[in-house]
């Protein structure tokens, strides 16, 4: 039986397990830390872990050699070659793509991407992430496709960490969102943010606004407005059968669906008929990605 270690890399967090026959066991979660001890940090997992061979979804721009260039939330790194690194460590398979591939591989494989075979998936969280499977396989281009995180939404909008203006995640990442609750408490608009002030957090406006504080529910609208004109565009360009939301952030929840939804339909031109659904997986949906990636490479069973 054959154990792979599977790791998803974020920008706050890295999660991790071995996955055996598509079941997650031996999960663990573990701050990020320095970017310049991140190395270091994925082997300590592996061994502490002890798989077979090793599949890694990394942010940022990641080539068929393994190496991750640019991730926007990990400051300080301009060019790593995880897969020399840790391959010279360790003397085993390690495989590396860029998480939200890997996510919404795992999506397509073991949940809400199950039944079609064009599909993208948008990870909501400390930045903004995308996959896109086109014909059952993940779509790559030359190697950087997916990074829906980074199309513009607004030339003169705000600074993002990629160093461009206005992109989605300068919109909708978590850091935009509660920098924007934040706002509206310093104005004084009347809301239950208030009692937060200065320590708001994405958890705390989804709550504020489930339990129907207005400014909280604009907060979330909003992140589903820009959302939507995101997902309009991907749709005209690729027209899929299905949009995935997934991420920490879509734990926001209907307010967030409807919203996105809502300005999808006002702006496809395209068909209008296209599914947008939650993930299912959660935390896992990487890490059973990384799984797939792996077993594919090395011939260990049918992949995709």
Do not use: W
């Amino acid at each position: 039986m054959t154990e792979i270690t599977c790791i998803d890399v974020g920008g706050t967090y890295i999660k991790a397990g071995n996955v055996v026959k598509g079941k997650v066991k031996d999960e663990r979660k573990v701050d990020t830390g320095e970017s310049r001890m991140l190395p270091r940090t994925l082997l300590k997992i592996i061994v502490e872990l002890g798989g077979e061979a090793v599949g890694i979804g990394m942010p940022g721009l990641v080539d068929c050699d393994g190496r991750v260039s640019f991730p926007p939330n990990l400051s300080g790194i301009e060019s790593l070659s995880i897969k020399e690194f840790l391959e010279g460590e360790l003397n085993i398979p390690v495989f590396v793509d860029n998480d939200a591939n890997m996510a919404a591989l795992g999506e397509f494989k073991y949940g809400a991407g199950r039944g079609v075979e064009n599909l993208i998936m948008l990870t909501l969280g400390t930045g903004v992430g995308g996959g896109i499977i086109i014909d059952g396989k993940v779509y790559h281009g030359r190697g950087y496709a997916g990074e829906v995180g980074h199309i513009t939404i607004n030339p003169d909008g705000p600074l993002c960490n990629c160093s461009n203006y206005g992109c989605l995640e300068a919109f909708i990442g978590s850091s935009s969102i509660t920098h924007r609750a934040e706002n509206y408490v310093k104005i004084g608009i009347k809301t239950t943010l208030k009692r937060h002030a200065g320590k708001i957090t994405p958890k705390i406006i989804e709550d504020e606004a489930n339990k129907g504080d207005s400014v909280a529910k604009d907060v979330v609208t909003k992140m589903g407005i820009y959302l939507g004109i995101a997902i309009s565009n991907y749709c005209a360009v690729l027209d899929p059968e299905r949009v995935i939301i997934g991420g920490g952030l879509s734990k926001m929840g209907n307010i967030l669906l409807e919203s996105t939804k809502k300005e999808v339909q006002k702006r496809l031109y395209t068909r209008k008929d296209v599914d947008i659904v939650f993930g299912q997986l959660g935390d896992q949906a990487a890490l059973l990605g990384c799984y797939e990636m792996v077993i594919y490479g090395v011939g260990l069973e049918s992949g995709i």
